[in-house]
C-alpha cells in the first residue's frame, strides 16, 4: 500500500474523531503534515512517525504480497530481449534461471536482468520460477552469474 492509500484510510478514521489540529496535537507533527498525509502530498513520513497517527487512531499496518506483478516471467522475458536480435522466451528464461546453465547467446540479456531490471520484478520472476528448483538456488545462480560477468549492480555481491 502506498503512502497516499494510507493517508486516506487515516483521514476517513480521523474525520469522525478528530481534527488536523488535534491529530497535530496528538502526535507531535504539524497540521500541514497530517493535511499532505491524509491529502497524498507528503513525499515521506518515516516509519516511526507513520506509527505514532496510526496508534493514536487504533490502526495498524499489515503487510500483503504486492500485487499487479502477475506475469513477471513474460514481462522480463521481453524486456530483456528489446535491444538484443535473439530474443528470449519466457520458457527459456525460467529453464535458464532454474539449470543455472546459461548459453552464451543469452548472456546479454541476463545482463540487463541482472543489472537493470527492477529488483521486485526480478523477485517476482524468482518466485514464479521456482518450483523443483528452489528459490534460493536461482539466486545463487544470479549471484554466481553477477560475478563471473562482473555486473554493476551491488546488490549481487
Keep these: 500500500m502506498r503512502l497516499a492509500e494510507i493517508g486516506k484510510k487515516i483521514q476517513a478514521q480521523r474525520q ?33 512517525k507513520l506509527m505514532m497517527v496510526l496508534n493514536v ?19 522480463v522475458a521481453k524486456t530483456i530481449s528489446t535491444s538484443f536480435k535473439e530474443t528470449m522466451s519466457p520458457s527459456e528464461l525460467a529453464r535458464i534461471l532454474r539449470t543455472g546453465e546459461a548459453p552464451a ?3 546479454p540479456h ?33 549471484s554466481r552469474w553477477a560475478a563471473e560477468w562482473k555486473t554493476h549492480r551491488a546488490v549481487w555481491s
Design 110 to 142: 541476463l545482463i540487463v536482468l541482472l543489472d537493470e531490471t527492477p529488483l521486485n520484478l526480478v523477485i517476482k520472476v524468482v518466485q514464479e520460477t521456482s518450483g523443483k528448483t528452489s528459490a534460493k538456488q536461482i539466486m545463487k545462480h544470479l
Design 16 to 48: 469522525d474523531v478528530l481534527s488536523q489540529a488535534q491529530l497535530a496535537r496528538l502526535t507531535g507533527l504539524s497540521r500541514v503534515t497530517i493535511n499532505q498525509l491524509e491529502n497524498g502530498t507528503l513525499p515521506e513520513i518515516g516509519f516511526s
Design 57 to 75: 487512531l487504533g490502526m495498524d499496518i499489515q503487510t500483503n504480497r504486492a500485487t499487479g506483478l502477475q506475469g513477471a516471467l513474460a514481462t
Design 105 to 107: 547467446k543469452y548472456h
